[in-house]
């Protein structure tokens, strides 16, 4: 029954920023945490960021620590990953995960439990 629907992915120059958004449905949004993941062709799908239920806990990928932050705003049911500074190697398919424990920050993707169908991003050099 839960939906995640991500938006805001796009083409974009290297340096250049977008915002992802992500909803889901739901009412009980606010003690899930959720997470982004990407994954590029021929590539595993990897971990990027993921906030804790309340916002109150965060964890990063080291590859966009720095560059990216991921916020949400449980009211209307929506996490966002701003992304900064962006590179070639941040292109992918980006996906938006809810792990319905809600103090969790997990950065495998077999700890979440739904998925959302993902967004392209592509970063030209």
């Known amino acids: 029954q839960v939906q995640l629907v991500e938006s805001g992915g796009g083409s974009v120059q290297a340096g250049g920023s977008l915002r992802l958004s992500c909803v889901a449905s739901?009412?009980?949004?606010?003690?899930?945490?959720m997470g982004w993941f990407r994954q590029a062709p021929g590539k595993e799908r990897e971990f990027v960021a993921a906030i804790s239920g309340g916002g109150g806990s965060t964890n990063y990928a080291d590859s966009v620590k720095g560059r990216f932050a991921i916020a949400r705003d449980n009211v209307k049911n929506t996490v966002y990953l701003q992304m900064n500074s962006l590179k070639p190697e941040d292109t992918a398919v980006y996906y938006c995960?809810?792990?319905?424990?809600?103090?969790?920050?997990?950065?495998?993707?077999?700890?979440?439990?739904?998925w959302g169908q993902g967004t392209q991003v592509t970063v030209s050099s």
């Open positions: 995960a809810a792990d319905f424990r809600p103090g969790a920050v997990a950065v495998s993707p077999s700890e979440y439990d739904r």
């Open positions: 739901g009412p009980t949004f606010s003690v899930w945490s």
